[in-house]
């Protein structure tokens, strides 16, 4: 058995020495054997159980890597398998977000002039306006509003409601996400995305750049799946 010291572990990633005892510690590597000196004494199935949490770390983030450590050397292990599970489904429904939201902003992009021209021939709609237009109550509208999907400006003669070009890409993206059976803290995010990025085009970019993201997470799962499953053979 070849003995390894806490440098050792802590060398191969960039870590300090207290870095690696805290982890011990904290139950996300196996209890070191000491010698009679009290000095630890690390093994290689310690410094695969560090790989493995840091590629946990990588794919699931820092709470749930913890989790899973400790799961497994609790000897539970459909626990561990759980959590991880629980991660691959996140991901699967975020992507399917993102799909979800890219053929909005694809559907808002291809009909932009015909919103933008209704919306100028109009100058800007009332709610009772903007509700037949999309086929919804004003009810609907009103409750949008309420959790920040829709913005609209209030006449200062009248105080009554006044939705512009975008309000009016808003709500129909709003529509869409809704169809797709979206919560409204959801779609009320995704507008703001838009509103903050300047626009449809601004926010495509930045759904590639959430592919991009999605991509390394999944990655990043089969590179922990391999570290852990090579970790677990060991112990």
């Given at each position: 058995m070849k003995i390894l010291r806490p440098s050792d572990l802590a060398r191969?990633?960039?870590l300090s020495t207290?870095?690696?005892r805290n982890y011990e510690r904290d139950g996300f590597l196996p209890?070191?054997?000491?010698?009679?000196?009290?000095y630890?004494?690390?093994t290689e199935a310690h410094a695969a159980a560090l790989r493995a949490y840091l590629g946990l770390v990588a794919a699931y983030g820092h709470a749930t890597a913890g989790r899973i450590m400790n799961a497994l050397h609790d000897d539970a292990l459909d626990d561990a398998l759980r959590l991880i599970d629980s991660g691959h489904g996140q991901l699967l429904r975020d992507r399917e977000t993102l799909d979800s939201v890219r053929r909005a902003v694809n559907h808002l992009t291809a009909a932009s002039h015909t919103v933008a021209d209704r919306a100028e021939d109009a100058d800007s709609r009332t709610i009772r306006e903007l509700a037949h237009r999309l086929r919804l109550t004003p009810a609907t509208l009103r409750n949008w509003?309420?959790?920040?999907?829709?913005?609209?400006?209030r006449d200062p003669a009248t105080g009554y409601r006044r939705y512009s070009a975008?309000?009016?890409r808003d709500a129909e993206l709003a529509h869409l996400l809704r169809?797709?059976?979206y919560p409204l803290e959801q779609i009320a995010a995704v507008v703001q995305q838009i509103r903050s990025a300047g626009g449809t085009a601004e926010l495509a970019a930045a759904l590639d750049d959430?592919?991009?993201?999605l991509t390394a997470r999944g990655l990043a799962m089969l590179d922990a799946a391999g570290l852990l499953g090579h970790y677990m053979r060991m112990f």
């Open positions: 191969e990633h960039g207290q870095a690696v209890p070191a054997e000491r010698t009679p000196s009290g630890r004494i690390y509003e309420g959790v920040g999907i829709l913005t609209p400006m975008s309000d009016i169809r797709g059976g959430w592919q991009r993201k």
